[in-house]
């Protein structure tokens, strides 16, 4: 399952995205991931989930965002949940978005991880693959 947030810079998406994440750490067993475009969240998210930061791990296309999803769940199969901020601010455009959004949906069918996605545009930018994810 992927949900995606959209809305343009100030709306609250991150806001959203980190009380989203503090409750599911509350609520369920397995392990919670937040990756985030910088260093901004480190306060505000509770210290059982496993924060990252895009940019200090080399994260700049979504080819190796890919990568990187894949290899996080390698190495931990009991991730349940990803919670991605900033997706086309990570990987440095949004045209890329929906070819890795329905690689994303694929992943989360193939391994039960669900995923939560921001993403800074307005819901009226949204393509026919993002809207299948609002």
């Known amino acids: ?15 959203s995205l980190i009380e989203q994440v503090n409750n599911t750490a509350a609520s369920v067993s397995g392990n919670v991931v937040c990756i985030e475009s910088a260093a901004m969240m480190t306060y505000d998210i509770k210290p059982q989930v496993r924060l990252l930061n895009a940019k200090e791990n080399g994260i700049d296309s979504y080819e190796v965002f890919r990568g990187f999803v894949s290899g996080l ?18 990987c440095g455009n949004f045209e890329g978005a929906d070819e890795f959004l ?11 991880v669900e995923f939560v996605v921001t993403v800074s545009a307005a819901e009226d930018k949204a393509t026919d693959v993002m809207k299948k994810y609002l």
């Open 1 to 15: 399952m992927i949900k995606l947030i959209m809305g343009e810079k100030g709306t609250g998406k991150t806001k």
């Open 73 to 90: 769940y390698a190495g931990n199969y009991d991730i349940s949940h990803i919670f991605v901020d900033n997706l086309c601010k990570i």
């Open 102 to 112: 329905t690689w994303l949906d694929a992943f989360s069918t193939r391994s039960g």
